[in-house]
């Protein structure tokens, strides 16, 4: 990251990381709009959590005792509040789908300097390095089913005992239960295996692509797609021909990525070769 992003915007981006959550109310944007929450009309029913966000880890930062940025130049303080707030912004879910087609994008443009592992020579501008900000943040925060299998596993049901607490509300309220919210429908290791497949999955993808160091990660996520199907049919005893479709899409998934490993892996040690 040294080679595109300055020292002041990854200091930028840890904050932002740290930030990124304050104040959640554990709950999703849907559901405060849905209840025309104060905040969802705050803000418009624009991101009205990330707003919020935005909004307290600024409150928190004119603290005296808090005070990070107090001695930054005024003209730098800009870029970083800036990058900050663009950071958290896209950790909204409605921005992961656009963001995947950008990084798709900017690596279709810049594949010969990016599988060379000189990333500096296609992230240049302000928009591609906001872009990637966004990425490492969003990429983060999104990052569970990635992570070794013991604590993916642990993880995935503190994530979905808060999907099913809010799936309650929604019963209360009276209004629509949102896909994985409902405790008496939703399994956890199926609803895994289509979180990684069609969310995922797909924004690593861009990610190794752009920066093959991350290999590892692809091949984790590989990993875990196919023990969460295992999971699967432990726990439920499926009919076999659920059994063949899952297992059907796992393979595809679990393929691909793991030929992308073995392709970024390749680009690593090219370049290490080359040094």
Request: hydrophobic share 45%.
């Amino acid at each position: 990251a040294d080679k595109f992003l300055g020292e002041a915007l990854r200091f930028a981006l840890l904050v932002a990381a740290l930030g990124h959550d304050i104040g959640h109310p554990g709950v999703n944007n849907q559901f405060l709009i849905e209840m025309s929450d104060e905040l969802a009309v705050r803000y418009n029913d624009r991101s009205p959590l990330e707003m919020m966000h935005c909004a307290r880890l600024f409150h928190v930062l004119t603290r005296t005792e808090t005070a990070l940025f107090e001695k930054v130049e005024k003209e730098l303080y800009k870029e970083l509040r800036k990058c900050i707030i663009h950071a958290i912004l896209h950790t909204d879910v409605t921005k992961h789908n656009e963001m995947i087609k950008e990084l798709g994008i900017l690596y279709q443009m810049n594949s010969d300097a990016l599988d060379a592992l000189n990333p500096e020579l296609a992230i240049q501008s302000n928009g591609q390095i906001s872009l990637i900000a966004g990425m490492l943040l969003h990429g983060a925060d999104i990052s569970n089913p990635a992570k070794p299998w013991d604590l993916c596993r642990r993880l995935a049901k503190l994530c979905v005992d808060e999907f099913f607490a809010q799936g309650d509300l929604e019963k209360e309220a009276g209004i629509p239960i949102q896909m994985l919210n409902d405790r008496e429908k939703v399994n956890l290791a199926n609803s895994q295996i289509g979180f990684i497949e069609f969310f995922i999955a797909p924004i690593v993808t861009e990610m190794v692509n752009l920066f093959p160091p991350l290999h590892p990660v692809a091949s984790q996520l590989g990993l875990n797609i196919t023990t969460w199907s295992e999971v699967w049919q432990e726990e439920t005893t499926p009919a076999p021909d659920a059994v063949s479709k899952v297992n059907a899409r796992v393979k595809k998934v679990s393929g691909s990525l793991s030929e992308l490993s073995q392709r970024a892996a390749a680009y690593v040690e090219a370049a290490e070769s080359a040094l």
